[in-house]
Nanobody, 124 residues
């Protein structure tokens, strides 16, 4: 497992943008698939996006495709989630997740390392 620390959350208005970061404490970051999930109060944790170890393959949930972009910088051991055109329904705690060497279909159980989460709140 790897330690993950998210940052970049906050309170914004609808239509604004935010960029989340996820710093990973491993020298083998370039072997990990990175994912972002989110959990709103009273809801299950849901898949948002994932990116493979090279950064050339991505997957998005239908609810964020076209608005959010996942990326990574292997030299900085960091993954990012650029969120544009934010909506109130995007409000949630956002979690970074990682798994070594397995590019799955975005299931929560595919990942074995999780960050502590960062709150994103989008107001009208």
């Amino acid at each position: 497992q790897v330690q993950l620390v998210e940052s970049g959350g906050g309170l914004v208005q609808a239509g604004d943008s935010l960029r989340l970061s996820c710093a990973a404490s491993t020298p083998r970051f370039d072997t990990y698939v990175m994912g972002w999930f989110r959990q709103a109060p009273g809801e299950e944790r849901e898949f948002v996006a994932q990116i493979n170890w090279r950064g050339d393959t991505t997957r998005y949930s239908d609810s964020v495709r076209g608005r959010f972009t996942i990326s990574r910088d292997n030299a900085k051991n960091t993954a990012y989630l650029q969120m544009n055109s934010l909506k109130p329904e995007d409000s949630a705690v956002y979690y970074c997740a990682a798994v070594q060497g397995y590019y799955g279909t975005g299931r929560r159980q595919d990942y074995d390392s999780w960050g502590q989460g960062t709150q994103v709140t989008v107001s009208l």
